[in-house]
């Protein structure tokens, strides 16, 4: 079984900053492209940032200039630096895995979502 396990969400001002990671456990032995993203209240879900596993990466233009996404293939992990929050940024937070293989997917490329983690932002 793989499994998403996202960290990190909470209440922050604007202005401020938050690290979001997310781990990918089970016995895997490629990730695709990892990635982050949203969903606010009565809103659809909404991609925040992406990265292939060469590093390169794809963002949002509302979060362009602000987040950054990384990601350490070793620990089949994913991360988003997020500064200069605005209150519009406020939702859950979801992280995705594409392209997933090994034992735990049966061999089978697979996509998994993590649970969502919220972050806040107060004007």
């Known amino acids: 079984q793989v499994q998403l396990v996202e960290s990190g969400g909470g209440l922050v001002r604007a202005g401020g900053s938050l690290r979001l990671s997310c781990a990918a456990s089970g016995s895997i032995v490629w990730i695709d492209d990892m990635g982050w993203y949203r969903q606010a209240p009565g809103k659809q879900r909404e991609l925040v940032a992406t990265?292939?596993?060469?590093?390169?990466?794809n963002y949002a233009d509302s979060v362009k200039g602000r987040f950054t996404i990384s990601r350490d293939n070793a620990k089949n992990t994913v991360y988003l630096q997020m500064n200069s929050l605005k209150p519009e940024d406020t939702a859950v937070y979801y992280c995705?895995?594409?392209?997933?293989?090994?034992?735990?997917?049966?061999?089978?490329?697979?996509?998994?979502w993590g649970q969502g983690t919220q972050v806040t932002v107060s004007s």
């Open positions: 995705n895995a594409g392209g997933v293989i090994g034992p735990a997917t049966s061999w089978a490329k697979s996509t998994y």
């Open positions: 990265i292939a596993r060469d590093g390169s990466t």
